[in-house]
């Protein structure tokens, strides 16, 4: 009677495992990003005709097809400014992530210009081709010594223009010597 029992109980998982359907599809969204290139204590000079533009440094740097990641990296950046001095932008992050032109800087950013301005935020969003900086997150920044809180920094890094949303500037009124 078992015996008879277990025939039939095969037949019927067999009879309705025959009229199912099974989904083979891999969706591109499940397809593992394999890294192409991988680099350990990574640095990258960009050059001009003249000089060095742009410095990259990280702990690791991975390509994959369609974006780069890099981690504990900094940015060095050369810039003219209105007079047609020199100056530097460094941006150093925990997480950054190029896909096209666009970077985004992640966890622990920090920006400076120089000697006049630095800001601290969590996110920085970086267009290569138009040379803006952007965000919708909370900063602290110190410019020329004064204190600036806010959200939603815009940097235009050509024309050294910046604002931001729910600003709040503390000026230094004593005078140092």
């Known amino acids: 009677m078992a015996i008879i029992f277990f025939i ?6 067999s009879v309705i ?13 499940d397809e593992k ?3 192409l290139v991988t ?15 742009r410095i990259v440094q990280s702990s690791k740097a991975i390509r994959y097809k369609e974006r780069e990641e890099m981690f504990k990296g900094t940015f ?3 810039v003219k400014s209105n007079d047609k001095n020199s ?14 032109q666009k970077i985004k800087f992640m966890d622990h950013v920090k920006y400076s210009r120089d000697n006049f301005i630095t800001f601290k935020t969590e996110v920085l969003n970086y267009d290569l081709d ?14 020329y010594g ?19 949303k729910k600003a709040h500037f503390e000026i230094e009124m004593e005078k140092k010597e």
Request: net charge negative; proline share 1%; charged share 25%.
């Open 8 to 13: 039939y109980s095969l037949l019927f998982i």
């Open 17 to 29: 495992s025959l009229f199912t359907t099974v989904n083979n599809d891999i969706s591109e969204s």
């Open 33 to 35: 990003d394999i890294a």
């Open 39 to 53: 680099f350990n204590e990574s640095t990258m000079y960009t050059l001009n005709d003249k000089q060095v533009t």
């Open 76 to 78: 060095v950046h050369r």
């Open 87 to 100: 100056l530097a932008d460094v941006v150093s992050a925990d997480f950054i992530e190029k896909r096209g």
């Open 130 to 143: 138009k040379k803006i900086a952007y965000n919708d997150k909370p900063f602290t920044a110190k410019y």
């Open 146 to 164: 004064d204190f600036l809180k806010g959200t939603n920094i815009y940097l235009d890094i050509e024309k050294s223009y910046f604002k931001s």
